[in-house]
């Protein structure tokens, strides 16, 4: 069975601090996939960020950067210089290569972590 | 592009009371999906589609059904609706690409049961 753990419930960082946000994962597969959505304030879902089990290559967009460590089975997700639009809910999410019954790969999603960034 | 839209955006329904929630995409993918969440819960699946006329069971499917008549809408229905059913719904559509699919979420839909 699949697994997200996000340990942080919730996080409050001042402006301009990087901040990590942690992911831990279970799966049996060795092919498998891992996602990071954004929950802004609005509500809405804004998908991040897809890696593979076999590219652990860390992945730097902006001030975003996720590190894929297949060793400790985490995919965090860091902030750099955080800003106060970068405060939401992010979830971390797991999809194995496995078809699902009726042929979807599905999604295990995390409870979340909830960033403040505070001006 | 509208992507994925949701209809209503916010809803109140007493007990008992049945409503359908509409989800449309415009992008032509496959597979589709609806989702509640609930606070501490994260998101939980509860039934999902993996084409036109057909539809399967998630992981909270009870009180709930759905269908797929059209590719492009994904319905989902309250027969009788319960307290317990209060919960922000998403729908997601996703298409498959390098081994997976990746899944784009709508704005949600605020439900409250009283």
């Known amino acids: 069975a699949q697994k997200v753990t996000q340990a942080q419930t919730e996080i409050s960082v001042v402006e301009k601090e990087d901040v990590t946000l942690d992911c831990v994962y279970e799966?049996?597969?060795?092919?498998?996939?891992l996602f990071w959505y954004k929950q802004p304030p609005s509500g809405e879902l804004v998908f991040l960020i897809r890696?593979?089990?076999?590219?652990?290559q860390n992945e730097i967009s902006g001030r975003y950067s996720w590190n894929f460590q297949k060793s400790t089975s985490s995919f965090n997700f860091t902030i750099t210089a955080s800003q106060v639009v970068d405060s939401a809910v992010y979830f971390c999410?797991?999809?194995?290569?496995?078809?699902?019954?009726?042929?979807?790969?599905?999604?295990?999603f995390g409870k979340g972590t909830k960033l403040s960034v505070i001006p | 592009n509208a992507g994925v839209t949701q209809t209503p955006k916010f809803r109140v329904l007493k007990t008992g009371q049945s409503m359908t929630l509409l989800c449309a995409q415009d992008?032509?993918?496959?597979?589709m999906y609806w989702y509640r969440q609930d606070p501490g819960m994260g998101l939980r699946l509860i039934h999902y589609?993996?084409?036109?006329?057909?539809?399967a069971k998630g992981e909270v499917p009870d009180g709930y059904n759905v269908s797929r008549l059209k590719k492009q809408n994904f319905l989902l229905g309250l027969e009788s609706a319960a307290p317990s059913q209060t919960s922000v719904y998403f729908c997601?559509?996703?298409?498959?690409?390098?081994?997976?699919?990746?899944?784009?979420f709508g704005p949600g839909t605020r439900l409250t049961v009283l």
């Open positions: 997601a559509s996703s298409f498959r690409t390098g081994g997976t699919d990746t899944q784009y």
């Open positions: 799966t049996r597969d060795t092919t498998y996939y």
């Open positions: 890696r593979n089990s076999f590219d652990e």
């Open positions: 999410a797991l999809s194995d290569a496995s078809y699902s019954g009726a042929g979807s790969y599905q999604l295990t």
């Open positions: 992008m032509n993918h496959e597979y």
């Open positions: 589609s993996v084409g036109e006329g057909t539809t």
